[in-house]
Every structure is written in structure tokens, then in C-alpha cells.
């Protein structure tokens, strides 16, 4: 039986998450799938507990996402939102789909009732037969907020803080960050399972998700990147960079923004060799970054090149299936897949 342990985002978490089950399902029916899911973009709004990245991952397992929009729930309406406009509640911007509402209802009551976070995901899981446990990075609240410059004022200096979620909804990432920081951060601990899910793994996988505020600030975490670097399973990470772009949302605009360039290889130099006390094993580029290759071996990371366009779950799980084989590789379980 092996456990396998991703750290996970939203929509590049959820789209690889699809792929991964569908390979282990297939090949390894035993296997326990552990998400490790950011919770940096989770919000209060209209009183209720909104946890996009949980939600992406939990619709897209469950099979109830809408593929098109690629986030919410399918066969949406808004009834519900229309209403709270009509209050002046709530963000007009930041769609909450009818369905989607019951979701943050159900998961604002389970919290009312004195419930973890951990646990309410637990619960409102535990409804779909996902084939994987979801464990939020950490109960406690650590929203990341961006830093901006002020609008308006006589102060070029000036910077105000948004939530991630009105930075990337409502500006979509137009004003530019000088920052981004998890407030609470520091005095937050991971949730209960997080670091025995990737202490005891036999592989951790690192998803094709924002590097900054989705992977970033699960390892930000204090004792989560300890975990990674210390656990004896291999580490292999997927890249979300294909030919110096972001694939949908705006990765490279956070990459900017902490000055790190966007490609398949800066982003690997940036979580770093755990050989080096950095994070990652192994990496899977696009095909279209093969030129990265070569450099990234010279520096001791194992690589592969892979079309990483995630277009369909047979496809994913054929990538899912590699990256588990460069791990298994260096536990000495089987061989390196071919390069390209
Ligand atoms: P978010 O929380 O919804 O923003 O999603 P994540 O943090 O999980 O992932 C966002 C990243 O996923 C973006 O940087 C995209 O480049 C990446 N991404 C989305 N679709 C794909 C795909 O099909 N393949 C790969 N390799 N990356 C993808
Ligand atoms: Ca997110």
C-alpha cells in the first residue's frame, strides 16, 4: 500500500487531484490520497466561511464542478446572491452560486458549532465519495493579503492591504503587489494529519498551483516546509509554468511580484534542491520547456519533460502515473521514465 501526500491549490490542485485518483483508482486501488489544500484564500463574506481552494478541490473530486467557468458548482443559479446584492451585502464581484452557498452554510454552521476546520471539511467530504482526504493546510485563519498602492491619495508611497480574493476577483490582479503576506501566519500550526501526511508518505507530490499564494503559503506554515525537507519520501513537484506563462489565472503576476521569473525553471530554483535544504526531488516540465532539462539535471533535480496541459483525466493520470514513477524511482522502486 503506498500513501501519497499532494500539496494543492485550487484549480491546477483540483485538475491534477482528477488525474492522480483516476491513475491510482486504476493501478493502486489500496493507495491513500492525503491533499494538503491552501487556505490562504479563504474569507468571511456575508457572514459564511468561503474556502475557494478546499471547494475547487472537493467539487472536482465529487465530479460537481463547472468545467467550463472551471470553478463553482455545475447547474448554478443565483438567486441567492442577486438577493444579497439587492441588500448591499456582500462583494457584487465575487459571484456565490445558489449550490455553492449551501456549501459555505453547511461548512459557517459546523464551525459555529465549535468544530476545526479540519474536522467541518471532514464532514461536508465525507457527503461524495472523493477517494482522497482533504486536510486544510491549517485551522486557523492566515488570509493572504496584498499589498498595493493607494489610489487617490497625495502619497505615491502610500499602500492599502486587499484580501487576495478582492486583489485577483475584482482587479484581477491589475494593481500592482508589492507584496503578499499570510496575516497570523506566524503564530499558525498546521492542522491536525498535515505533518504526519507528508512524514509518513511514501511520495509527496507538489501540484501545478500558484507557487506564491497557493503552495507558498501552505509551506509558509510553521513546520510544514521542516516536514518536506525532512521526510524520507520523495518529493516531486509539477510544474504550473508552460513556456514562461501561467495556464489560466495569473500566476505570473505573483511570480513577478516576489521576483521570481516566470518559467518552468525559475519556479523549480525557487522552491529549491532538498539535496541543497530547498523542497523538491524531482520536476515535470511541459514539453515545451525541455530546454530547461538539462540545466535543472546539471543542478541535481531529477526531470522529466511532459505535455502538462491537463485536457483530459486519462491524459492527467498518464502524467500522475510518471511523476509517482520518478519518485518510486529514487526510493529505488523501478526506473527514471524516459525524459521526454
Ligand atoms: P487557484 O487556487 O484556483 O488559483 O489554483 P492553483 O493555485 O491550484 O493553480 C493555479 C495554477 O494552475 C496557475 O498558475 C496555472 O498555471 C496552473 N494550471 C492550471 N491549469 C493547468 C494545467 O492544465 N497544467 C498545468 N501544468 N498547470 C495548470
Ligand atoms: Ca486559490
Redesign the pocket.
Known amino acids: 500500500m503506498s500513501r501519497i501526500t499532494l500539496l494543492?491549490?485550487?484549480?491546477?490542485?483540483?485538475?491534477?487531484a482528477l488525474g492522480l485518483r483516476a491513475h491510482l483508482r486504476a493501478a493502486d486501488p489500496a493507495a491513500e490520497l492525503t491533499i494538503v489544500v491552501?487556505t490562504g484564500?479563504d474569507l468571511w463574506l456575508t457572514g459564511l466561511r468561503v474556502c475557494?481552494?478546499l471547494d475547487?478541490v472537493m467539487y472536482a473530486l465529487a465530479g460537481v464542478n463547472d468545467l467550463e467557468r472551471g470553478?463553482g458548482r455545475a447547474d448554478e443559479s443565483e438567486r441567492v446572491s442577486a438577493e444579497l446584492t439587492a441588500y448591499g451585502v456582500g462583494w457584487p464581484w465575487f459571484t456565490l452560486g445558489d449550490l455553492d452557498l449551501g456549501t459555505h452554510i453547511a461548512r459557517t454552521s459546523l464551525l459555529r458549532d465549535g468544530l476545526p476546520l479540519s474536522e467541518a471539511t471532514a464532514r461536508l467530504a465525507s457527503r461524495w465519495d472523493l477517494g482522497a482526504r482533504l486536510l486544510p493546510a491549517t485551522d486557523h485563519e492566515v488570509p493572504t493579503l496584498v499589498e498595493v498602492p493607494l489610489e487617490g491619495g497625495d502619497d505615491p508611497h502610500a499602500t492599502e492591504f486587499l484580501h487576495f480574493e478582492e486583489w485577483?476577483v475584482r482587479y484581477r490582479a491589475g494593481r500592482p503587489a508589492r507584496a503578499f503576506l499570510q496575516q497570523g501566519m506566524a503564530s499558525s500550526v498546521p492542522a491536525p494529519g498535515v505533518l504526519e501526511a507528508i512524514e509518513e508518505a511514501d511520495v509527496v507530490l507538489v501540484?501545478?498551483?500558484?507557487?506564491v499564494?497557493?503552495?507558498g503559503t501552505i509551506l509558509g506554515i510553521p513546520g510544514i516546509a521542516d516536514a518536506v525537507r525532512r521526510t524520507t519520501a520523495p518529493v516531486v513537484g509539477?510544474?504550473?509554468?508552460?513556456g514562461g506563462?501561467?495556464?489560466?489565472?495569473?500566476?505570473?503576476v505573483c511570480l513577478t511580484a516576489i521576483g521570481v521569473e516566470t518559467s518552468a525553471l525559475a519556479v523549480a530554483e525557487y522552491y529549491g534542491l532538498r539535496a541543497a535544504d530547498g523542497l523538491l526531488d524531482g520536476w515535470l516540465v511541459?514539453t515545451a520547456d525541455v530546454d530547461a532539462v538539462d540545466c535543472l539535471s546539471a543542478l541535481g533535480f531529477d526531470v522529466i519533460a511532459r505535455p502538462?496541459?491537463?485536457?483530459s483525466v486519462e491524459e492527467?493520470a498518464a502524467i500522475a502515473a510518471d511523476a509517482l514513477s520518478l519518485a518510486q524511482a529514487r526510493r529505488g522502486l523501478g526506473t527514471v521514465p524516459p525524459v521526454e
Open positions: 494543492a491549490g485550487g484549480v491546477g490542485g483540483a485538475k491534477f491552501n484564500d475557494p481552494d475547487s470553478w485577483w501540484a501545478p498551483s500558484n507557487p499564494v497557493s503552495i509539477l510544474s504550473p509554468i508552460i506563462a501561467a495556464l489560466r489565472g495569473m500566476a505570473d511541459d502538462l496541459r491537463f485536457t492527467t
